[in-house]
Every structure is written in C-alpha cells, then in structure tokens.
C-alpha cells in the first residue's frame, strides 16, 4: 500500500467531517458576545445574545464604583444587518443608583469576530430626561 494512501484518506475524511462546520461560520446567525466600555445595553463590563437581528443585552453599571445597590443594565437590540457593520436600536433599562429607561441607536463595525460599537441613548428617570453616550468592544463567539 502507498505510504501516502492513509494520509490522504484521513485529510479526506477530516475535511468531510469539519468542511461544514467552516461553512457554517459564514450562515452563523447567533452570537454571544462579551462586551467592555460605557453602554446603556451592557453598561461597564455586560454580554450580548444575538440570534438573526434581535439581542439581549446585560450587564454591571459603571456605578458599582460609586457604591450603589443596583447596577444592572439590560436592553433588547434590533440590528439591521444580523452579521457585519449595522445600525441597531434598543430599548434599555439601567439601574444606576436610579431607575433610568430610554431608547437608544448604536452603530457596530465588525471584523470577523471583533466589534466596536458606538452610539447615542435618550433616557429618563421620570423626572429627568438626557442624552447618555455609549462606547464599548466586543468579542463574538
């Protein structure tokens, strides 16, 4: 038998096995995605669950340094392009040491896994109504 008889067969069963996983990277249409910055989606250090267009989004204030008792933000995003650069706009409710709900619209550039997204958010605390920026780095998995 050749000697490289079983190399090529096993390089040709292995590619059968794993060519569609590859594949499958490019029809991926979820992601989990831990995030880092200022959002009103993930505030300081959060993650986000996206499937097709829509995410859920969580995580801890920034205000945890200020020694308040609830820091949670949590969001749901609609993304307009589910799997590169998009727009996306969000309904968020953060607790930083007050209740603050809003509306929010983010851009998200992507590179392969990587993103960075920015935004602008319009939030109340039913008295007072602001602009929150919002800055923050992504990792998809």
């Given amino acids: 038998m050749n000697k490289l008889a079983l190399p090529l067969a096993l390089a040709v069963f292995l590619y059968s096995c794993f060519a569609p996983c590859a594949q499958a990277e490019d029809d991926k249409t979820w992601y989990i995605t831990p995030r880092y910055g ?76 990587w993103d960075v997204t920015a935004g602008l958010g319009l939030g109340s605390d039913g008295t007072v109504t602001g602009v929150v920026p919002s800055f923050a780095f992504g990792y998809a998995f």
């Avoid at 020694?67 to 968020?92: E, H, M």
């Fill in 38 to 113: 200022f959002s009103t989606s993930t505030g300081m250090l959060g993650v986000e669950v996206q499937v097709d267009h829509f995410a859920l989004s969580a995580g801890a204030a920034p205000m945890l340094l200020m020694g308040c008792d609830s820091i949670g933000t949590y969001a749901i995003k609609y993304y307009f392009n589910s799997t590169g650069d998009s727009w996306s706009l969000n309904l968020f409710s953060a607790s930083m040491c007050t209740r603050l709900s809003g509306i929010g619209a983010d851009y998200r550039w992507r590179w392969t896994h």
